[in-house]
Nanobody
Framework: QVQFVESGGGLVQPGGSLRLSCAAS????????MGWFRQAPGKEREFVAA????????NYADSVKGRFTISRDNAKNTVYLQMNSLKPEDTAVYYC????????????????WGQGTQVTVSS
């Protein structure tokens, strides 16, 4: 059974940082492109970042470019999202996701979803 365990969410002040982790069990991440999405209250789920299977290529939403960094450690079967300079508008539930290739992940064509972790940016 495929399962993603997301961690690292929480409450942080504006300007602060968080690092999200997504560890897979019953599933090998290595062949898949991986991504992070988020959903704020009352809004649709939106793309945040994607990384190719090899880790050599990344994509970001304009709203997070320069502040967030996606990375992966295939040996640890884990994907990360480093979030810096956080803003209140970054508040959302963050989901990790797996897809066949990065271009499909960016378009939301996802094979497997995680359960999500809450990130709240507030003073």
């Amino acid at each position: 059974q495929v399962q993603f365990v997301e961690s690292g969410g929480g409450l942080v002040q504006p300007g602060g940082s968080l690092r999200l982790s997504c560890a897979a069990s019953g599933f090998t991440l290595a062949p898949y492109a991986m991504g992070w999405f988020r959903q704020a209250p009352g809004k649709e789920r939106e793309f945040v970042a994607a990384i190719s299977a090899s880790g050599g290529s990344t994509n970001y939403a304009d709203s997070v470019k320069g502040r967030f960094t996606i990375s992966r450690d295939n040996a640890k079967n884990t994907v990360y999202l480093q979030m810096n300079s956080l803003k209140p508008e970054d508040t959302a539930v963050y989901y990790c996701a797996a897809g066949q290739i990065s271009s499909r992940v960016v378009r939301g064509r996802i094979d497997y979803w995680g359960q999500g972790t809450q990130v709240t940016v507030s003073s």
